[in-house]
């Protein structure tokens, strides 16, 4: 089954301890990247990658980093979780790029205490 | 630079009414639309998009969309909702400014809640 898989789907964290949060396709695209929503705010870009080894930030980079290594694998890290980033996030990925039609994972709810 | 408004945050409508969720744009060129659900628990899902032809674009679960340049709107309708259509919706509209590489933009989503 054609999927985009996040893990782990809820997460519980201190302030200032690094936490990733993986991301996995199976339809490899070549186009993959990470949001977060929140209430009132909608969808926010964070960074996304046009392939292996390209990523580029988005409208909210502060305090992410990612990487793609691979093809199929598009990991969120929070290398010092503050509060201010506890959000629902989402990984999504698209055949031909950004303005396409998306797949997105089922989401990870964030909280950092 | 490019943007999508979705003036409701919430449209509540009766189990058989037609519904309609508004979304206007403003862009620089010809738009590339789309819109999004997201149902409870779960990750966004595409229902369909507009990028040239026909102004009524159809998509999955029987929703369909108007696009109207001269009122630079795009509103996602159904002729008769369902109680299992209640979930949040996202209109985006495609970035074509030089910093952003041609990604999403979406709106901040409104809630349908539709009744028995």
């Known amino acids: 089954e054609a999927q985009v898989t996040q893990n782990p789907r809820y997460l519980i964290t201190v302030t200032g301890k690094k936490l990733t949060v993986t991301c996995s396709q199976n339809?490899?695209?070549?186009?993959m990247s990470w949001y977060r929503q929140d209430p009132g705010l909608g969808l926010r870009q964070i960074y996304y990658?046009?392939?292996?080894?390209?990523?580029d930030k988005g409208d909210v980079p502060e305090g992410y980093k990612v990487s793609r290594k691979e093809k199929r694998n598009f990991p969120l890290i929070l290398e010092s979780p503050s509060p201010n980033q506890t959000s629902l996030y989402f990984c999504?990925?698209?055949?031909?790029?950004?303005?396409?039609?998306?797949?997105f994972g089922s989401g990870t709810q964030l909280s950092v205490l | 630079a490019q943007s999508v408004a979705q003036p409701e945050d919430q449209v509540n409508v009766a189990e058989g009414n037609p519904l309609t969720v508004k979304c206007t744009y403003s862009?620089?060129?010809?738009?590339?639309l789309f819109w999004y659900v997201q149902y409870p628990n779960r990750g966004l899902q595409f229902l369909l998009k507009y990028i040239t032809g026909d102004n009524l674009v159809k998509g999955s679960y029987g929703f369909e969309a108007e696009f109207n340049k001269s009122q630079t709107s795009f509103h996602l309708k159904k002729p008769s909702a369902l109680v299992s259509d209640s979930a949040l919706y996202f209109c985006a509209v495609r970035d074509m400014g030089g910093g952003s590489q041609g990604n999403l933009i979406f709106g901040k989503g409104t809630k349908l809640s539709v009744k028995p």
């Open positions: 339809m490899n695209h070549e186009y």
């Open positions: 990658s046009m392939n292996v080894e390209v990523t």
């Open positions: 862009v620089s060129g010809n738009p590339y």
């Open positions: 999504a990925s698209s055949f031909l790029g950004g303005g396409e039609k998306l797949f």
